[in-house]
Each structure stands twice: as C-alpha cells, then as structure tokens.
C-alpha cells in the first residue's frame, strides 16, 4: 500500500514559485516537518544505505566486524539456486494477482456496481479477508489444503469430485498455483474497494446517453467505462503487483517455502539466508538485486502513468 | 503498463428495465444471474472463516472426521485452552499497545508533515515532497535486515520502543500525503480568522486545524490501525521474548513451540482475529474513504 499516492505527484507536481522565504517562515516549515524527517531519515534512509553497504561485506548477525568482500556475495547469490527459484515463482505470484486477482476484483465491482440492494454487505464481505493477517490466512488454510483430513479434500469427496483431491501444499506441481490461489482471495477485496469507488465516479448520464444511441453493453464498458477506470487500474495493477512480490508471511506460515523450493519467494528467501544460514551478507545482496528490481519496475510505471496523465 | 481482464460481467442496460415491459423476464434472470454470482462470490470470501469459527468449536476427532459442517456439541473450552495455553491475553495486550502507540505516533507526525505540504510556504517544500515519494518506493524486503542491524547498534531489539518507531516510520509517507490532500481540500478562512485573533501557527494548527481535520486523521488511523495490527515481518525479525511478542508473532511462536491441537489452534486464530474484524465492522465507512484518498487522488 506503499506506493499508493505516488501518482499524486506524477500529475500534479508541486512547483513552489522561486521567491525569497523569511526566516520565520521557512524555521516554521522544517519546525513541522522536522519529526517526519528525524523518523525517514534514521529508519528508512540511513537503513537503505546500509543494506546496500553491507552487500559487500561479509557479516554473520553477531560479531562487530563487517569486513569487505566486494562483489562475493553477488557471486555467490549468481549461483544460488534458491535464489532464482525464488524469483521465478514471485514472478507466478505476480502474473496470478495482475490477472486473476485484478480481474475478479474488476468483475466483482461491476457486479456489485449494478445492484441496488444489499451493496454495503457485498462490499463488507468482499473486503472481509482482506483485513486478516498473513498468520491468519497461513495457518488457517494450511488446515484447509492439507492432505487427508483437510477440509478442501473432505468437501471434494463429499460433493463426489473425490477425483480431484490433492496433496495441495505437498505435492510439487500443485504448490505454485495453490499458494497464488490462497493470495488472490486474501488481497481482491483492495482491487474491488478501488475499482467500485472508480465505477461510483462515472457520471450516471453518458450510460443514458449511449442507451438512447444503442450502445452495446459491451460497446458501453470499452468505450466508458474502460477509460474512466484508466487511472484506477494504473494503480490497482501496481498495488497488486508490489504486493505479490513482496508475499512473506503467507507462504512462510503455509509451506515455508516448500516443498523443495517449489513456493520459495525472494523475501522468505533473504530472511532464511539472514536467519537461517547466517550469511548476513549475501542475504543484503539479495535484498538489493530484488529492492531494486522493484523500484525500477515503480518508476517505470510512473513514468508510464506520468506521460499518460500529462497527454 | 496494460491490463488484460476479463470481459465485464452481465452488462445489460439497467435503464431499460421500466420502459419495456417485455422484456422484464430477461432482465429478471439477468438478476437472478448477477446476485448469483454474487452470492458465489461472497461465500468464497466467508467459507473460509466460518469453517475457522465451527472447527474451534469442535473437539479433536469430530474435526479429524466429521462430515458436518456444524459442531454437533460446541466444545466452548477450547477457547479457554487457547487463551490459557497461548497466553493470547499477553499478546493481544502487547498488539493493542504497540497498535496504539504506533496510530498516535503517526497522526501527529503525518498531520503536522501534511499541513506544512499543504499551507505552509517555506525553502525546501519541494525537496521534502521528493523525499517522501522516493522513500514510498523503497519496499520493505531491501530494508528490513539493515534496519534490523540497525536496531542492534542502538540497543532496540527485543524492545517494544524499537518496533514502534519502526511501526510509525513506515506510515509516514503515505498518511502524509493523505493528510495533504486533506488539508489542500479545506477553506482557509477559519485558519485565517484565528491568525487574525492573534493565534500563533502552533496554536493555530493544535486548536483550529486539528479538530477539523477529524476525519482525514479517522481514515488514516484506520488504515494505519489495520497495518500495524497485522505486522509480521519486523516483529518476527525483533522479538525472541515471548511476553513482547505481538499477537501475529504470538500466534506463530505458539504454533511452533507448544504445537497445540488443531482445534486449539483455530480457537487461538478465531481470538486472534476478533478485535481486528470488529474494528472493521465498525470503521469500514473510514476504510473506503481512507484508501480511496490515498491511492486515488
């Protein structure tokens, strides 16, 4: 949730006119900001630079010393099969959430967008599992998915799909999908609150006016709705995107990154190197190379989102 | 960045239904279909947790065997063993303090920050506004160790301070934009009238701007309530001592130290989770509004 006003800025850049301040005045502003820029700058700032420092040393959580390695804990992360492992099912994770997680999010608000009655307990509910936490959801549907006695399993076999019973977090090639499966009903609801307060904004007369044109439905969703939602989208599909790469919690309390590496993610990966493995080190340098993978791909869409606003 | 969904949902003109008659019994199988779908939808979302609440409720074996859904002779004490056994009383006071903590701390950082964004006019305005969006760029898994390192050479793990400013730290950016847009939003004349009476800028701000600012800071602490209730990475990385543990790191620590029964287990997640949903049953109008604020304007 972040990065969520960023936009903010792309389409409305604060150009403070160039002219002389007096002293009093510019002793007030820093007097206001001063507490927000004493908590950035020790926690976030100060934090950020360390952890690209500390890339290039070598350190083991305990000891004082942080001696300099140079590039050895890239080299060493290069050839990290864990590492890529992790990189490439967060990329499944974010593929899932960008289309399917946005995608009923979107079809949900419309839907509930249409109806007249009972709009607030949808909206309540839809948004219900959204308030949890990763613990919650991680140990609550590890009960749900697990093998034999778990709850899915019992369901199936009752409604006669008894066929379509799985180890669903033990078994290798149902893991991936059943953890993606498990974030996309825990993070919808935000698309849906989003993509809803964007439909309630359309103005109500350019759908009577494409009525009385006979404007298909469909006609009536690409070319009003569609556009309208633009910058709604723009952000949703951010918010969703950062959000499945930086999964954690739910995968460490469901399968810890198993079975194998088969639900590893980069964060759960750079905490067992730190925690776990005691390589302090090379778990900054996975820190930087996924961070920063990140960041590029939000300026990117800023940029994106920027040039789009400013057409 | 394009975005490929799927086709909209049932998208019959709704101003039609009056004016033709004929085709009313379309249009009611229209409804019928939407609020089918609908209703799908909403048992997704709720199965899950209603299977919780009737699993913690069960004893042992009728979880490990039993086809119905509804605990045939509700096992009530389950949840005097979690709370008992998980120590859950600790936690959840431990979570209400460091939530509250950590909303108070926000509010005040992020509206005086916001305010200044908003009205004040000073030398620097601009580079602070850069700062703050750079800083929401950053995302959490290439900080947590250095902050956790961090932390050490200042003495703060282990330590409720430590987590709290960390807690605080990272609602800033967003809940200041929040509260600037807030605040940009608001007629000047009142502030104006109170410089006029003679009233300084803090006492202007403290008196006058504050008690109207009542709802831009009820959708921030809701928000930030909600994030700071569910942290879990930074309380993992910090806390080794159970009795400062919150409750997400709690309910963790309890699952892998004791490892309790199944049915203890949902009792202690269901206790978990009931502050947080009746919190949100009551505050959901602030919810909409908050993240509305924040990510739309």
């Given amino acids: 949730m972040t990065t969520s006003s960023l936009s903010l800025a792309a389409r409305r850049p604060i150009r403070a006119p160039r002219r002389k301040h007096s002293l009093r005045a510019n002793l007030l502003g820093w007097l206001f900001l001063a507490p927000a820029i004493a908590l950035i700058g020790i926690f976030t700032i100060v934090p950020f630079g360390q952890a690209i420092l500390l890339s290039f040393q070598s350190w083991d959580g305990v000891s004082p010393d ?8 890239y080299e060493f992360i290069a050839s990290d099969p864990v590492f890529w492992a992790s990189m490439r099912n967060v990329l499944f994770f974010g593929v899932v959430g960008f289309f399917v997680g946005n995608g009923v999010a979107l079809a949900m608000a419309l839907a509930v967008n249409r109806i007249t009655r009972g709009k607030t307990f949808f909206r309540t509910v839809f948004y219900l599992p959204g308030v949890l936490s990763v613990v919650v959801v991680g140990l609550l549907f590890s009960f749900i998915l697990a093998p034999g006695s778990g709850v899915l399993n019992r369901v199936l076999e009752t409604i006669g799909l008894g066929g379509l019973q799985q180890n669903w977090l033990g078994d290798p090639s149902v893991a991936l999908p059943a953890v993606a499966a498990v974030f996309v009903w825990f993070h919808w609801g935000f698309g849906f609150l989003l993509f809803l307060a964007g439909l309630q904004d359309v103005p109500k007369e350019l759908y009577e006016a494409a009525d009385l044109d006979g404007a298909s439905p469909w006609a009536q969703f690409r070319y009003i709705t569609w556009p309208h939602l633009a910058p709604v989208t723009s952000i949703v599909s951010l918010l969703t995107l950062l959000a499945a790469l930086q999964i954690f919690g739910t995968v460490q ?25 005691w390589r302090y080190g090379s778990a900054a340098a996975m820190s930087v190379v996924f961070g920063g993978a990140l960041v590029l791909l939000s300026v990117l869409q800023l940029a994106i989102t920027g040039r789009r606003s400013r057409a | 960045m394009t975005l490929i969904t799927q086709p909209p949902v049932d998208e019959t003109p709704v101003a039609t239904e009056s004016t033709r008659p004929g085709n009313r019994r379309r249009i009611r199988a229209d409804r019928v279909g939407l609020y089918g779908l609908l209703v799908i939808a909403a048992l997704t979302a709720m199965l899950p947790l209603l299977w919780m609440l009737s699993g913690s409720l069960q004893s ?11 605990p045939a002779d509700p096992q009530w004490q ?28 926000i509010l005040i950082v992020s509206s005086l920050a916001g305010y200044a964004l908003a009205r004040l006019d000073f030398a620097g305005k601009g580079v602070f506004t850069v700062i703050i969006l750079a800083v929401m760029i950053i995302p959490a898994p290439a900080m947590f160790l250095a902050q956790y390192k961090l932390l050490i050479s200042l003495g703060l793990t282990n330590n409720p301070v430590g987590y709290v400013l960390i807690l605080i730290t990272s609602g800033i950016p967003m809940s200041t934009l929040i ?41 921030v602490a809701v928000i930030q309530g909600l994030g700071a209730w569910n942290e879990y990475l930074m309380a993992l990385v910090l806390f080794d001592d159970n009795a400062l543990m919150p409750i997400q790191r709690g309910l963790t620590a309890f699952t892998s130290a004791e490892t309790p029964q199944q049915q203890i287990l949902l009792a ?27 990510a739309i304007k």
């Fill in chain 1, 66 to 73: 942080t001696p300099w390695v140079g590039l050895a804990n």
């Fill in chain 1, 253 to 277: 309390v469901l399968t810890n990154g198993g079975p194998g590496y088969h639900t590893m993610v980069p964060t759960l990966a750079i905490f067992n190197e730190a925690f776990v493995n």
């Fill in chain 2, 60 to 70: 042992l074996t009728e979880l490990l065997s039993n086809d119905s859904f509804l």
């Fill in chain 2, 78 to 105: 389950n949840y005097v063993t979690a709370w008992v056994q998980g120590d859950l009383g600790t936690y959840l006071r431990n979570s209400v303090i460091y939530t509250g903590c950590a909303v108070a701390g």
């Fill in chain 2, 179 to 219: 509260m600037r847009s807030f605040f940009v939003s608001q007629p000047r004349d009142l502030e104006e009238a109170a410089a006029l009476d003679g009233a300084g800028p803090l006492r202007i701000f403290w008196s006058v701007i504050l008690p109207l600012a009542k709802p831009g800071l009820a959708a």
């Fill in chain 2, 268 to 294: 202690a997640t269901t206790i978990s989770i009931v502050p947080v949903v009746i919190f949100y049953l009551m505050a959901q109008r602030h919810i909409v509004k908050g993240i509305g604020a924040g």
